[in-house]
Each structure stands twice: as structure tokens, then as C-alpha cells.
């Protein structure tokens, strides 16, 4: 089992529609959460953190985390055709080492 | 304005030959790192630095050396005993091991 796990995709989304993005993480000591957009050759972006349990907006995304059953999500409400891109999910092991996905890969189809 | 500024953008190597790939920072932060991603797949990570003159091998430092001379500066030499080294390398910063890492535009390697 991979230590931190997403759906490879592509997920295709309408635009203007909700996206949904699922991580699940094997380490149940992990502590912090990070979802990055990566545009094709370009490095990754930081879009959310998220540290404890429950929801996180920051405008148009929401990050959720439930420790309990290891997983963390990402949604995008009124997707744009600019939030095409691959979303990595990283996972801090807590000694300066993240886990990463290997990415879900998200198309907004106009 | 703060970042992360990796050198240079494309790299050639011939082979036996060592190249380094520079990476320099100005956000105060204590932490460097090192990735690697190869298509198609996540990052992975080759080494890591939490403070000057110290720095810790990741899951792929095979064929990679570092030096933390500086707080601003990580450079990775790609040495010739790194058979498959054509990929693209990213370079990170973070305040803490807990915090978020910010990253460089990346340097694409390949072998001539």
C-alpha cells in the first residue's frame, strides 16, 4: 500500500461545476496537509494547509480532514477552465519529510 | 519580492560528467530540499537541510551530493555514478519541517 495515495484520473468536471479531489494517507502519526496545483512543466503551488480536523476555505477551495479515517479532500466550487492541472497531496510524516501523491490529474471542460 | 531561484532553467550532461544545479533563496528560511519527479509520477525526494552545514540523506540521494554552506544556497551536483538522471529537479524551502514548502521553478536535466 502506497503511503499516501489519488486517483491518477484525469477527473473531468463541467465548468462552473464542483470539483472533488481525494487523498488517503497510511502514517495515522501525521500532522500536517498540503494540497499543490502543478500546471503541466511548471513546479507545484502551494493552494492549502490544513492541520486539524474539520473544513478550511480560502475563497473558491475548501480543504476537509478527517484524521480518523486518513483522508483529505480538496473542492473547487465554480470550476474554471484555469484550474486544469494536476493536484499533488502532500503529507508531513513530522520530521520535515513529506509524502507525496503521485497527483490526480483535473480537466474543466468549457 | 521573496522566492526560490534555481539555476539553470535546462541542463545538459555528457556522460561522466558531474553538473550542479543551483538554488538560492531569500525568504529566511531555515529548511532546504531537494526533489526529483519524473513523468507522470510524484516527487521524490533526493536529500534535505533543516540548518546550515547539516543535511540528511532522502529516500534517492544514490548518485547526488550536497552542501549547506550558506542559509540561502543548496546546491545539488548530480554526480556521474547517477546513471538515469534525466528528469526534472525541484528545489523547496520551508520555514519548519511543519510548514508548507515553497518551490523554485525547477531545472529539466538531460543527457546529451
Known amino acids: 500500500q502506497k503511503e499516501v495515495e489519488q486517483n491518477s484520473g484525469p477527473l473531468s468536471v463541467p465548468e462552473g461545476a464542483i470539483a472533488s479531489l481525494n487523498c488517503t494517507y497510511s502514517d495515522r502519526v501525521s500532522q500536517s496537509f498540503f494540497w499543490y496545483r502543478q500546471y503541466s512543466g511548471k513546479s507545484p503551488e502551494l493552494i492549502m494547509s490544513?492541520?486539524s480536523n474539520g473544513d478550511k476555505e480560502d475563497g473558491r477551495f475548501t480543504a476537509q480532514l478527517n484524521k480518523a479515517s486518513q483522508y483529505v479532500s480538496l473542492l473547487i466550487r465554480d470550476s474554471q477552465p484555469s484550474d486544469s492541472a494536476t493536484y499533488l497531496c502532500a503529507v508531513n510524516r513530522g520530521n520535515y519529510q513529506l509524502i507525496w501523491g503521485a497527483g490526480t490529474k483535473l480537466i474543466i471542460k468549457p | 519580492d521573496g522566492g526560490i531561484t534555481q539555476s539553470p532553467k535546462y541542463l545538459f550532461r555528457k556522460e561522466g560528467q558531474n553538473v550542479t544545479l543551483s538554488c538560492e533563496q531569500n525568504?529566511?528560511?531555515?529548511?532546504m530540499y531537494w526533489y526529483r519527479q519524473d513523468p507522470g509520477q510524484g516527487l521524490r525526494l533526493i536529500y534535505y537541510?533543516?540548518?546550515?552545514?547539516?543535511?540528511q540523506k532522502g529516500d534517492i540521494a544514490e548518485g547526488y551530493s550536497v552542501s549547506r554552506e550558506k542559509k540561502e544556497s543548496f546546491p545539488l551536483t548530480v554526480t556521474s555514478a547517477q546513471k538515469n538522471p534525466t528528469a526534472f529537479y525541484l528545489c523547496a524551502s520551508s520555514m519548519e519541517g511543519n510548514q508548507p514548502q515553497h518551490f523554485g521553478d525547477g531545472t529539466r536535466l538531460s543527457i546529451l
Open positions: 525568504l529566511n528560511h531555515d529548511a
Open positions: 490544513i492541520y
Open positions: 537541510s533543516q540548518i546550515v552545514n547539516d543535511f
